[in-house]
């Protein structure tokens, strides 16, 4: 049927309408409008201590305000999904931890973190730190492998809970070296680290803040930091691939995430923008009261390492047959 004015169909001008507001929104410079920037972590987590400076600096620079939206649950799922299926326009981000790549490797998702998800930059880096019971007798990580090699499954190892940093980071060396010890987990941190102090247990991974004034102290022997590169909170305390195990990292990140098509563009302005916020002196102070450091990479950077930590991961928690809690 030929169209003209008097036979148009109905849908057609709001057809029209929606293509035209579509096209108006893409004419116009980014951003036009508030973003709003997700942490699946309730507020005052590690996470949300990032994400707020982050957010101000974010704020001044792109010229909207940049609108924090604490969405915790199942273990970040639930605030990770909503940013996966969200809108690919900029308007909607994530700051996540480093878990975000080991989640695949525990549990049925309802997203894939690589697929679903664009990388913008990987923010700081917080290494986890190698300690002892002081009356272990080793100073070094390769006397400790050879000590726990002497004695295989008769060494306890602390964490702070099933399937965190401090667990995988043990589980990760152990897989690298081929030690067996018993994993013994707590709920939390500071629980780990008392373990240890009391000898519950005789060696673990702890995060630099909890465990490094008990190194000052002298209850507790530092044999090694978890990164590539050492640390600036202990530049004294060698690095695990220094002391001999090559390759070995493990880093308990915060990164910018956008969902998956998000237009170049814009990832490539956001990722301007948030690393230059991450080296502002008011980042960096904050950073540096967790002892975690600013990075800063490439968008490109930071998805081939997303990527390579899925599958490390899926190795590791494969090998030692772990099941989330």
Known sequence: MPLNGSRLPSR??????????????????????????????????????????????????????????????????????????????????????????????????????????????????????????????????????????????????????IATGTHLSMELLMYMTGLKMVHVPYKGGSLNVNALIAGETQVNFSTMSTALPHVKTGRLRALAVSTAKRSAAAPEVPTIAEAGVKGYDYSSWIGLLAPAKTPSNIIARLNTESNKAVHTSEVKAILATEASEAVGTTPEEFDTIMKREVTRWQQVVKAAGIKSE
């Open 12 to 161: 057609l001008p709001l057809l029209t309408a929606g293509l035209l507001a579509t096209a108006l929104a893409q004419a116009q410079p980014y951003p036009a409008k508030a973003i709003r920037l997700v942490v699946p972590q309730s507020a005052g987590g590690s996470t949300d201590m990032v994400a707020r400076p982050l957010a101000a600096q974010l704020t001044q620079s792109l010229g909207q305000p940049v609108v924090i939206e604490n969405r915790p649950g199942a273990g970040s799922v639930i605030g990770t999904d909503l940013v996966a299926k969200a809108p690919p326009d900029g308007y909607t981000l994530l700051a996540v931890a480093a878990s975000v790549t080991m989640s695949p490797s525990l549990y049925k998702l309802p997203f894939d973190p690589v697929r679903d998800l664009a990388a913008i930059s990987q923010l700081t880096s917080l290494p986890n730190i190698l300690v002892v019971h002081p009356s272990l007798p080793v100073k070094s990580v390769s006397e400790l492998i050879a000590f726990v090699k002497a004695r295989p499954g008769q060494l306890n190892f602390g964490s702070s809970g």
